[in-house]
């Protein structure tokens, strides 16, 4: 399968703990997306990266937040200390920026996060 | 910014007739659209998508979305609706300078036999 893949897809934690969210991205795709999406609502957007280099971060993306895409293939979503309101599907994406491509994100299934 | 506005929280239709989901945006510039589906508990997949040209574009599972500039719409169509339509619609914005795509809030379609 050479689509986008997340793990874990889901993950219940309890409050105040660390949870770490991978994703592995389309492999000729430069461009990896973090969104966060809650029960019927769109996708919201959290970071994106070009390569290794982190471009852009969302004003949601508090402290607690980290990503990382440190070779500029896998990327890695770090939420420390996290809060009930962390709860959500978290969605990554990827995108190639080569020449004649128009963007459109490639999703991944999703990791589930339950903060009890 | 940009930003997409999808009026019904809901549509539903019978097997066989037409479908119609709204999209309506706000973006600088002209707009590169796109429609999402998702299923329960799955990542989202793309439909098809607007970057110029045509106005009527078609994709995936026989959808198609016409593109509107005036009216700055970009409804999401089938002509005979499945059961197995029945999903989450996400509609999507990105300037052409841009190189994020912001989602509307999505629309609850379901078909009934």
């Known amino acids: 399968d050479t689509g986008v893949s997340q793990d874990p897809r889901h993950k219940i934690t309890k409050r105040g703990q660390n949870v770490t969210f991978r994703c592995d991205p389309i492999?000729?795709?430069?461009?990896l997306y973090w969104y966060r999406q809650t029960l019927g609502q769109g996708p919201e957007f959290l970071t994106y990266?070009?390569?290794?280099?982190?471009?852009?971060k969302s004003r949601l993306l508090s402290d607690r937040f980290s990503a990382e895409r440190p070779k500029g293939s896998f990327s890695t979503l770090e939420i420390q200390r996290t809060e009930q309101g962390d709860s959500a599907m978290y969605l990554c994406a990827s995108s190639s920026s080569t020449r004649g491509s128009t963007g459109e994100l490639f999703f991944g299934e999703g990791s589930r996060l339950t903060v009890l | 910014a940009q930003s997409v506005a999808q009026p019904e929280d809901q549509v539903n239709v019978a097997e066989g007739n037409p479908l119609t989901v709204k999209c309506t945006y706000s973006?600088?510039?002209?707009?590169?659209l796109f429609w999402y589906v998702q299923y329960p508990n799955r990542g989202l997949q793309f439909l098809l998508k607007?970057?110029?040209?045509?106005?009527l574009v078609k994709g995936s599972y026989g959808f198609e979305a016409e593109f509107n500039k005036s009216q700055t719409s970009f409804h999401l169509k089938k002509p005979s609706a499945l059961v197995s339509d029945s999903a989450l619609y996400f509609c999507?914005?990105?300037?052409?300078?841009?190189?994020?795509?912001?989602f509307g809030g999505g629309t609850r379609v379901l078909v009934k036999p």
């Open positions: 999507a914005v990105r300037p052409p300078s841009g190189n994020k795509l912001t």
């Open positions: 492999s000729e795709h430069n461009r």
């Open positions: 973006v600088s510039g002209n707009p590169y």
């Open positions: 607007y970057i110029t040209g045509d106005n």
């Open positions: 990266f070009q390569n290794e280099a982190q471009l852009e």
